[in-house]
């Protein structure tokens, strides 16, 4: 059994998890701890707020208990919203708290590009437009260009939950654009798992979403590589792609 146990703010879309581990269907498990989110905004202050140590290391305890082999902070806006090194240091230090190999949502992400051998994105994100950029900005820190991006403007991570799968695509349409490799659409509280491949084959080429990467990262930490293709083309690769996008100390193991 692998167990990667998940740090998520709040309450909006938490329930794709369990709908992964079904589509799994292996012995792959996926405790989830909800954390405090404070402020239920899209702005980046709140956004700050909501990746603060002290709140997004609430559950580590618990997730152990439950046996996590790794943990990820499960927000793609509490990440990102801290920059490149930011970021890097948020979950170097969730990993020296809790004694495993951790990481987030946005490392996610540069990682997951990387693997598809992408280096050209269309972003199609749920926040406003300022939120957007700070993302495309991060991504850039990966060696990641945002050719296009569409932002959906949702006030809160609540609204952005309500969300079903006809306006999230027609999000992602708005987002494409010829000279991106993939789609990113962003925001662990979209609900997307179940509906990855028909977003993939609306716009012809590979989609990665939150909650989807989320996992993917946290079995990237235990090396586990999982062959599930109604999880979309993140997890239909076979080899994986060796090394770790710099800098270093996403996983730290004492």
Known sequence: MTTVGLLYPGHAAEDD???????????????????????????????????????IAEGIE???????????????????????????EQVATLARTAGLPASSTSIGFAHAVRELGAR?????APYSEDVTGLLAQFLASAGVEAVAAASGGAASSA???????????????????????????PGTSLHTAAYIPELEEALGKPVLTANQVTVWEGLRLTDRRI??????TLFSTR?????????KGIEVRE
């Open 17 to 55: 998890f369990p709908r992964i581990e079904i589509l799994l269907d292996t012995d792959i498990r996926l405790p989830l701890f909800a954390t405090d989110p404070g402020e239920d905004a899209c702005h980046p202050g709140a956004l700050r707020e909501r990746g603060a140590p002290g709140r």
């Open 62 to 88: 618990e997730l152990r208990l439950a046996g996590a082999e790794a943990l990820v902070w499960a927000s793609t806006g509490g990440s990102f919203g801290y920059g490149w090194e930011g970021a890097h």
């Open 120 to 124: 050209r994105v269309a972003v199609a």
């Open 159 to 185: 609204e952005a939950g309500s969300w079903g799968p006809e306006r999230v695509k027609r999000l992602a349409l708005e987002a494409d654009d010829p000279d991106a490799e993939a789609v990113l659409i």
């Open 227 to 232: 062959w599930a293709p109604t999880l979309g």
């Open 239 to 247: 080899a994986p792609v060796p090394g770790s996008l710099e800098p």
